[in-house]
């Protein structure tokens, strides 16, 4: 376990936000913190080689195999209306055909796989723990590719040395390129029904956990602004079924009254949503 400053202000001063157990393993916890500067994260942490472990397990969602059985049929099924439109809010920033587009943290891949049937993008990858068959652009090499979009989606959270993933990015991307940032938003309205066991805490594999004010001071650090931002309502709905510790059959009676009221704060004010989508240009 290695204990870490702020990656915002470079504090080391913090207080105790909430005490979360890994929800694979219950008998192990971890403490989450708050900088003075408002900034959550978890601390101390496993470092890089200790995380690989928690990533390990048959449950964990964007590592899973994908065999059919009946989970799977049903999340792949709701899995192809979440990427049609992740898929629609990229191909609004492609300008130019067959574009560089590079994706960090993409998981197993799948979302990539479909993105590249619908349309013509060359695909590279920065994915330290699953591997797959698009090319790599690493932090360190000198491969000289350029691309018009970097997208993170649900990775920002995962990465250990944030100033070496913004190295990257900065070399990457060309001047006028796209950054596109999904990650769960520590604001959402649902995690007051929840508490310490809102699935998006997920620790330890969840090492930050960004408000709207603190993911803008963090891009306003590596010289990037937000242009557009995007409530993922779809992200709402999954963690609210996901949360909790009763069975199933009473997580979804509760899920019945949580969500209309969720999407109806939503509705009047979008960071409230359990993630968020941020659209960046450097400055």
């Not at 899995?79 to 574009?99: A, G, L, V």
């Not at 590079?102 to 891949?109: Q, R, V």
């Not at 993911?215 to 931002?229: C, G, M, R």
């Amino acid at each position: 376990m290695e204990k870490i400053k702020c990656i915002i202000c470079s504090s080391d001063s913090n207080l105790l936000y909430t005490q979360v157990s890994d929800r694979f393993n219950e008998e192990e916890s971890f403490n989450i913190v708050q900088c003075n500067c408002g900034f959550v994260y978890l601390n101390p942490r496993p470092d890089i080689k200790e995380i690989e472990s928690y990533y390990n397990n048959q449950h964990y969602i964007p590592h899973r195999s994908q065999n059919f059985n009946f989970f799977n049929i049903i999340y792949r099924f709701f899995q192809k209306f979440i990427f049609y439109w992740k898929y629609n809010k990229i191909n609004s920033y492609i300008h130019n055909p067959s574009i560089n587009l590079l994706d960090i943290g993409p998981g197993n891949g799948s979302f990539l796989d479909y993105l590249s049937k619908k349309i013509n993008v060359n695909i590279f990858i920065n994915e330290p723990f699953v591997k797959l068959n698009y090319p790599s652009l690493n932090i360190g090499d000198n491969t000289p590719v350029k691309c018009e979009i970097i997208s993170m989606w649900h990775s920002l959270e995962h990465i250990h040395n944030i100033e070496s993933i913004f190295t990257l990015i900065d070399n990457k991307l060309t001047d006028d390129g796209t950054l596109i940032i999904a990650v769960p938003n520590i604001d959402a309205y649902e995690r007051k029904f929840f508490k310490s066991d809102w699935i998006a805490y997920d620790s330890p594999r969840h090492l930050y956990h960004f408000s709207c004010d603190t993911l803008t001071h963090l891009l306003n650090k590596y010289n990037f602004t937000i242009i557009k931002k995007h409530s993922m309502i779809q992200d709402s709905i999954f963690n609210i079924l996901g949360s909790g510790k009763s069975n199933k059959f009473f997580r979804l009676i509760k899920s019945l009254f949580y969500i209309p009221i969720t999407l109806l704060y939503i509705f009047l004010n979008k960071n409230l949503s359990s993630s968020l989508l941020y659209i960046c240009k450097r400055k």
